[in-house]
């Protein structure tokens, strides 16, 4: 679904990717991690066309990244944390999205129902608390029938009980083949859902594969271990 | 949900329109004061035209920084949909310039109209100093978005666009006199007119100037100015400037947000 072909990136001196190359596979999870500043903000920006690569191609669903935006039409993104205008309601934010896509579809609201939203999707977000927003944010994210959704720390500010509704949503968006690129750094709640895991340190794809496989090839029981084992470094990796 | 927090958002509903409205209302309320307590309509044009000067490139710096940085969030959401960052800039720019332009044309129009002073001042005078505050408030919103872009660091960009406003709107006057006097024994007509033309403030004073009698208040530099550019040619030579001062910075800030990594 996704292919990163030798992206570079700096900001001013400091390279953030550094020749990267890595495939997020089609109708699967993947879990981006790997440690702070390791260039997972930077490689979603460069997915969104937030930001440019210096060097290399990026190809989403087979078609190269440039100037033509068309290609974010199958995207979904949920920021982390995003302060989204306080008077505006999620719907009226919504609305005004689907204006400026040109999109003349029904939004796909069914995530807001099964998070009991209700009024707060009418309420301006400024009055919502933290994990209302949230839900909001998810609801966006998926509106307009993403074949492709990218997650912010996803589940930062909800509750248990949304936590699980959400989760259980994308498990059900994977079984329909939607592909998922999601980064957390809550491991357990990434092993529940990723079945592919890329790992990035130094701006490098230091690690990519099946969840199961990473942990065979470390000897972890769970991927936080085998996480901890790739963050000690490659030689770690290579001893187990 | 807290009663208090809803009626705050609801107040804070049209907030991307509060300010430019609050601005025309404290500009109307200024030019009505400045009409009722100057003498002659010379006095109080003069008088509004540099509340005008001073107000709308600092409102327009000031609001269009903040605004910008207030809406990255947004802005960003509205980067990763299927549109091109040209559509997304044009309707950043509309959105910000347009309400603060009208704002301050309605904000100095009222006061001669409620007073019944338009025909008696001059309607062209008066409809003047109108257009020059929008374009001064299109120019500084332009600016100020080019300021946003730049510094990623909302004090910092508020700082820069203080001092940004502090010199072409207070300072400018005083490095033009300092320059004028430092060079009293040789011609200053050259110098003067290319600091003037380096500051859109000076430019849209001494276009406004020219228009009315104001400028034999200016003596020498009034004069000079006066002789200078109170031609056809000069004006013709003063509203190119000015129009390069609109297009310039608006192709800089179309660039800039181009080329932006967010």
Not at chain 2, 192 to 214: I, K
């Amino acid at each position: 679904m996704i292919d990163f072909s030798a992206v570079t990136k700096s900001y001013g001196k400091r390279a953030v990717l550094a020749d990267l190359s890595a495939t997020v596979p089609e109708a699967r999870i993947t879990a981006l991690v790997g440690p702070n500043g390791s260039g997972k903000t930077t490689l979603i920006k460069l997915l969104l066309g937030l930001a440019r690569p210096d060097g290399g191609s990026i190809t989403v669903g087979g078609h190269r990244i440039d100037s033509d935006p068309e290609y974010r039409r199958v995207i979904g993104w949920m920021p982390q944390i995003a302060s989204f205008p306080g008077h505006q309601s999620g719907r009226q934010l919504l609305a005004s999205l689907a204006r400026l896509r040109g999109d003349d579809v029904e939004p796909d609201l069914s995530l807001a129902e099964e998070f009991d939203l209700g009024d707060n999707f009418d309420r301006p977000l400024g009055v919502l608390s933290g994990g209302t927003r949230q839900k909001v944010n998810a609801v966006i994210a998926m509106a307009f029938r993403p074949r492709l959704l990218v997650l912010d720390e996803p589940t930062a500010g909800l509750d248990p009980l949304a936590a699980r509704v959400l989760k259980d949503r994308l498990a059900r968006e994977r079984q329909a083949g939607v592909t998922v690129l999601i980064t957390s750094h809550v491991l357990p709640e990434l092993e529940e859902l990723a079945d592919h895991v890329l790992f990035l340190s130094d701006g490098r794809a230091a690690w990519q594969g099946d969840t199961a496989s990473l942990k065979r090839r470390t000897g972890a029981a769970t991927l936080e271990r085998a996480v901890a084992q790739l963050l000690a470094g490659p030689l770690a990796l290579e001893a187990a | 949900m807290n009663t208090i927090a809803a009626v705050r958002a609801r107040m804070q509903a049209p907030s991307a329109l509060r300010g430019p409205v609050l601005l025309a209302i404290g500009v109307a309320a200024a030019g009505d004061i400045l009409l009722r307590l100057s003498g002659d309509s010379a006095t109080a044009v003069a008088s509004i035209l540099d509340v005008v000067l001073i107000i709308t490139p600092l409102m327009g710096l000031v609001l269009g920084t903040s605004r910008l940085h207030h809406a990255r969030d947004v802005v960003t959401l509205m980067l990763a949909q299927p549109v091109s960052r040209r559509r997304v800039f044009v309707d950043l720019w509309w959105r910000g310039a347009v309400p603060l332009a009208a704002a301050l044309a309605i904000g100095v129009l009222a006061p001669f109209v409620w007073q019944r002073q338009l025909v008696p001042t001059g309607v062209t005078m008066v409809i003047s100093m109108a257009i020059a505050a929008a374009v001064l408030a299109v120019l500084s919103q332009t600016l100020a978005m080019i300021i946003a872009l730049r510094f990623d660091d909302r004090v910092k960009a508020l700082s820069v666009s203080l001092a940004t406003w502090l010199l072409a709107a207070v300072l400018w006057d005083g490095v033009v006199l300092v320059v004028a006097l430092l060079m009293a024994d040789r011609p200053i007509e050259l110098p003067v007119m290319m600091m003037l033309a380096a500051n859109p403030v000076d430019l849209v004073r001494v276009m406004m100037l020219l228009g009315s009698d104001a400028a034999a208040m200016l003596g020498y530099t009034g004069a000079m100015v006066s002789r200078t550019l109170g031609t056809v040619t000069g004006r013709a030579v003063l509203g190119s400037i000015l129009t390069l001062w609109l297009v310039i910075p608006m192709w800089w800030a179309a660039r800039s947000f181009q080329r932006k990594d967010f």
